[in-house]
């Protein structure tokens, strides 16, 4: 008995053994993806990869990063050789910092395909670096801001916009502002500088105020303290409406907004507006209607911050891996399928004019039309590809803390360029 | 400042702790009554002390975003010749949600460190306290300097360490330092230094080798040191967040508290999912502590009075 | 050897057993101390003297003294300094104080109110830095948090106070939550403690008329001297590691109020990528922290 039980276990063995061997080695690729859309919900990206799975036999392991320490994740990943094969976010992680700190892989050969003639100059220019592509573009977003509707007409502040386009004038905004100060008795919105959580928000805000700009058109210097930037921050400085707040960082302020204590959110996009985590889309707490609105500028006509998001791939000295990884990217950005599917999950705009309909049928269809004919065309220039990038956006809060807590506005703003544009210059 | 204390003044004193203590109470309290609130009223900006309809919906979401294994029990070594570096696993249990993986692995951290931290520190602080060698003085000022050094400062050079050994987002990298940490060591000797010389002279010529000595002679003596030192040893490690948040990267290998620190910075709005993690984490201890109480303070009740 | 003429080979295969014996029993502590300690340390000394940032294709440049003098010229690594030494001088005696004071009220009592209060004191402790730090954030909301609500229900203040986004007070927001999570392990060792103490020398000193607080310091606290020891270092290492409360809380901001050595390390490392001058931080915080070890023990020594 007993020696027959062993014979069959032995069997049992060598038929393990043979499946082992004679089954192709599956690969097995890693992406980190930052909270985009989405691309941070487990179930969504389940489906999405194992249909990638199904297509290719690549099996991809996802791991969610965070916007408060992915990127000291990534970097001590970097400096314990445990890079993942794949990351997904913006130009200026993936070419800025680890593109040119020598640690991704270069992808020009997938500009060579003819689906990527369709990506908007503007973002093949942002995700390369002196010539070398670090990043294919899956989905992009004009950032933009938001009001409390049902407040704004409560304080009688509606006249001051133009709902058509969704704009207003530096000086209608004051106006605007002012009277739901007036009506409320509260801050109606607030600078937050916590940290460098969403400050696309108070950058647009700061540069678009007096059509100030961030940098000079060639990305190589920082113009943060020319006169229309220091006139806006003077304006916010000293007004009662708009307070500084260095307790909180972007996620609260959005919060603060949905909850009704503050009456604008300075970071908003697309998927904020769709979001349905504590309710219904498109509304507050207490079901008042969210308004998405242009940043006001002097003549009315608002320069949004771009994002940008695709994919690069961190070249682990493995070449299958790379190789695999970019089956990945060739998948999702060029399959015409499939990029649908994820520039959907993702619930930003596609980066090729040639990718049509992916809100077709979906719930947030009239949002994300209403938001490309009236947010889109307002993009500005994506000047995050200036080099420094990572260190300037600390310098960037801290000045706004200073000038919170009155600091003079000239001087402080020249110390940021300084701190800035040493940076920038290595 | 009294002579002897008043009945009136005990009283007050007693008045004074309860306020105190109910605040203590209170982060509890918050947490727990959050995790079964809605969406409204966790956001609600006047407090809501008692949930109006009590919901699961926070812990529906807790338990189905993400999944991880239930464990792995993976080849030893295996790093060294697996493709990509990681271990390989061997054993791989069933997919559950991936924050009970995260007590897992919390668990096994916490207790692994103070395993391995009791017993090498056990010996090592005996060693140190009653035998005589040439270089004892110079390792012993060097634990005394190293004693409360924070990790953070040798943050770089670690995750390099860790890296090249191939420990880096495996749960040796946050255990090992921590055992290594010198103030076990330094404890045990303070402990140690009371056991009388004649006792270890009598068990030697009666024969008993070194390591029996050390079982049925050192031990005994030195144990309320070690139970001390255990409890120490457990709580700070279940509380190491830094070397967690630095070594750890995968979701299946990340702590508890990485996991509601990753959740409050991914969805600073959804403050009910955050309280039901901050539940889930903080309860079971809490229940291990109040039922183990007794030894709890009895480990390290002796161990500092006599120390 | 002539020195040992007199001493018998006995004697000397005696030194050499202790030797071997003293070594062997040291031998796995030692290689965790050494491995993850003390070589790291190393690393980070040699580290400190080199331009030394993340990067594939950068070389370490060797600058000397560099790292330490632009450190010293560092105004955000003085205040973090400065701070690190505020929580430590500031939650080092209170937790003392406020935890041996806890103790001595609790100890006496009946035995489910000692364990009850043990227990709600230690709750803190237990429930996690991570945990609760998400309740003291709502807590301090400057816009809803309950302590401007209670506040401002008081009269006390009429305008909410921002307390963490406000330098002033900041900080020491941040040590009420770092006492809140380190007084638990002391005031259970201070119950034992005192409930340890030889019931006879007190009744000695109590016949002889003494009176509650000459009981106090002449008999218990001399009693628990050793425990009291203890918890002083236990809370000194705590209050150094402070790391969790200000990485969630507030990033080391506002204008730098809350930013620490162990933070701005952190921070130099991983955000702006520069190891050496990291590693230049780290060692001077090695030194100093050193140095006080050194001269705690030494007190502990002459102490007792």
């Known amino acids: 008995m007993k020696k027959f039980l062993a014979i069959i276990l032995a069997l049992c063995m060598v038929a393990s053994l043979g499946v082992f061997a004679s089954a192709e080695p599956a690969k097995e690729i890693t992406l980190w993806t930052y909270p985009i859309g989405k691309w941070v919900d487990a179930e969504t990206m389940d489906a999405l990869m194992a249909d990638f799975e199904a297509a290719t036999g690549i099996k991809v392991t996802v791991e969610y990063l965070d ?71 899956l989905c992009m977003v004009a950032h933009n801001m938001a009001i409390n509707y049902d407040v704004f007409e409560a304080a009688d502040a509606l006249q001051y916009i133009d709902l058509e386009n969704r704009t207003w004038t530096t000086e209608n905004f004051i106006k605007a502002v002012d009277a739901v100060y007036a009506y409320t008795g509260m801050p109606v919105a607030t600078v937050y500088c916590g940290g460098q959580g969403g400050d696309q928000g108070t950058r647009a805000l700061v540069n678009n105020l007096y059509n100030g700009t961030y940098t000079n058109p060639e990305h190589t210097e920082y113009t943060a303290n020319s006169p229309e930037n220091v006139k806006a921050l003077e304006l916010l400085q000293s007004w009662d409406a708009i307070t500084f707040d260095p307790g909180i960082v972007a996620g609260d302020e959005i919060q603060l907004f949905r909850q009704g204590m503050l009456n604008i959110s300075w970071c908003w996009n697309a998927s904020q507006q769709t979001n349905a985590d504590n309710g219904e889309p498109g509304f507050t707490n207490d079901g008042s209607r969210i308004l998405m609105m242009n940043f006001p500028s002097e003549d009315g006509k608002a320069e949004l911050c771009g994002g940008i998001w695709g994919f690069g791939v961190f070249d682990n000295g493995n070449p299958d891996k790379v190789e695999a990884a970019k089956e990945f990217i060739k998948y999702f950005c060029y399959d015409a399928d499939e990029v649908v599917k994820a520039v959907r999950a993702s619930s930003f705009f596609p980066v090729r004019a040639d990718v049509q309909g992916v809100f077709e049928g979906t719930a947030t269809e009239d949002i994300m039309n209403e938001y490309s004919a009236i947010f889109l065309p307002n993009l500005g220039d994506y000047y995050n590809v200036i080099p420094g990038w990572a260190g300037q956006r600390t310098e960037w809060w801290n000045m706004l803390q200073r000038i919170g807590a009155g600091g003079d506005v000239q001087a402080e703003t020249n110390a940021f360029v300084e701190a800035a544009n040493a940076l920038a210059a290595g | 400042m009294l002579g002897q204390k008043s009945k009136a003044s005990k009283a007050i004193e007693f008045i004074v702790i309860l306020i105190i203590a109910l605040l203590f109470t209170f982060p509890l309290y918050w947490i727990v009554t959050g995790a079964f609130k809605t969406a409204k009223e966790v956001n609600s900006t006047t407090p809501v002390w008692w949930p109006y309809e009590w919901t699961m919906a926070n812990w529906e979401k807790l338990m189905g975003k993400l999944k991880a294994p239930l464990f792995e029990i993976s080849i030893p070594f295996s790093q060294y010749w697996s493709e990509d ?41 005996y060693s140190l306290a009653k035998k005589r060698f040439v270089g004892r003085n110079l390792i012993f000022t060097l634990i005394v300097c190293a004693m409360a050094l924070p990790k953070q400062v040798i943050l770089i050079p670690l995750i390099r360490e860790m890296s090249s050994l191939k420990f880096y987002n495996t749960m040796a990298a946050v255990i090992f330092p921590i055992v290594g940490w010198p103030f076990g060591v330094f404890l045990i000797k303070q402990f140690a230094e009371s ?83 901050a539940a889930f984490a903080s309860v079971p201890i809490i229940v291990v502590f109040i039922i183990f109480q007794k030894y709890f303070t009895k480990g390290i009740t002796m161990g500092a009075v006599k120390g | 050897m002539p020195m040992n003429k007199n001493r018998s080979g006995m004697s000397r295969a005696l030194v050499r057993r202790e030797t071997t014996a003293g070594y062997l029993f040291l031998l796995p502590s030692l290689v965790f101390f050494l491995t993850f300690v003390v070589y790291p340390m190393v690393m980070c000394i040699i580290t400190s003297f080199f331009d030394s940032n993340m990067g594939k294709n950068t070389q370490d440049v060797f600058i000397g003294f560099g790292n330490y003098i632009e450190l010293f010229q560092d105004p955000i690594f003085r205040g973090a300094l400065k701070n690190t030494f505020v929580i430590v001088l500031v939650s080092v005696p209170v937790v003392m104080i406020f935890s041996l004071w806890v103790a001595n009220c609790i100890y006496d009592m009946k035995p489910w109110l000692t364990s009850l209060f043990r227990v709600v004191f230690y709750l803190p402790v237990v429930t996690g830095s991570v945990a609760v730090t998400v309740v003291w954030k709502w807590m301090f909301n400057n816009y809803y948090g309950i302590f401007n609500y209670i506040l401002k229900a008081l009269g006390i203040i009429s305008k909410p106070i921002n307390w963490l986004g406000d330098p002033k007070y900041a900080l020491g927001c941040i040590i009420l939550i770092l006492l809140t999570t380190s007084v638990g392990q002391p005031i259970v060792l201070y119950v034992s403690a005192l409930g340890n103490v030889d019931q006879s020398l007190v009744e000695a000193a109590e016949v002889d008329g003494a009176n509650h607080r000459q009981v106090f310091w002449k008999i218990k606290w001399a009693q628990i001297m050793p425990t009291t020891l203890y918890i002083l270092i236990i809370t000194m ?62 007190l502990g020594q002459s102490d007792s």
């Not at chain 2, 096994?108 to 931290?117: E, P």
């Open chain 1, 67 to 137: 916007y408060t320490s992915g990127d000291d994740q990534v970097n001590t990943a970097l400096e314990g050789n445990a890079a993942p094969d794949l990351i997904m976010e913006g130009p200026e992680r993936l070419v800025m910092k680890w593109g040119v700190g020598g640690y991704m892989a270069d992808l020009s050969d997938l500009y060579e395909i003819p689906e990527a003639a369709g990506v908007y100059d503007s973002l093949k220019k942002a995700c390369q670096y002196e010539g070398t592509y670090y990043e294919v573009p």
């Open chain 2, 195 to 277: 056991i009388p010389g004649e006792i270890l002279e009598a068990a030697r010529i009666d024969g008993a080798g070194e390591l029996k000595t050390f079982n049925t002679v050192v031990f005994p003596m030195i144990k309320p040191g070690v139970g001390a030192l255990a409890i120490f040893t457990f709580i700070s490690s279940w509380n190491d967040y830094f070397m967690q948040l630095i070594m750890l990267s995968s979701t299946k290998n990340l702590t508890i508290s990485l996991g509601i620190a990753k959740m409050q910075a991914e969805n600073a709005t959804d403050y009910g999912l955050i309280m039901a993690g």
């Open chain 3, 237 to 298: 290492i705590n209050s150094f590691q402070c790391f969790a409360l200000i990485q969630l809380l507030t990033s080391g901001g506002p204008l730098h109020s809350t930013d620490t050595i162990m933070y701005y390390i952190y921070y130099t490392a991983l955000k702006m990528s520069r190891y050496g001058y990291g590693n230049a931080m780290g060692v001077i915080l090695m030194i100093i922290i050193a140095v006080l070890s050194g001269i705690q023990f030494k």
């Open chain 2, 85 to 125: 570096g990681a271990p390989i696993a061997a054993v791989t249990g069933a997919t559950v949600p991936a924050a009970i993986r995260w007590m897992i692995n919390t668990v096994f951290m916490a207790v692994a460190a103070m395993l391995l931290t009791c017993l090498t520190s056990a010996l090592a602080g």
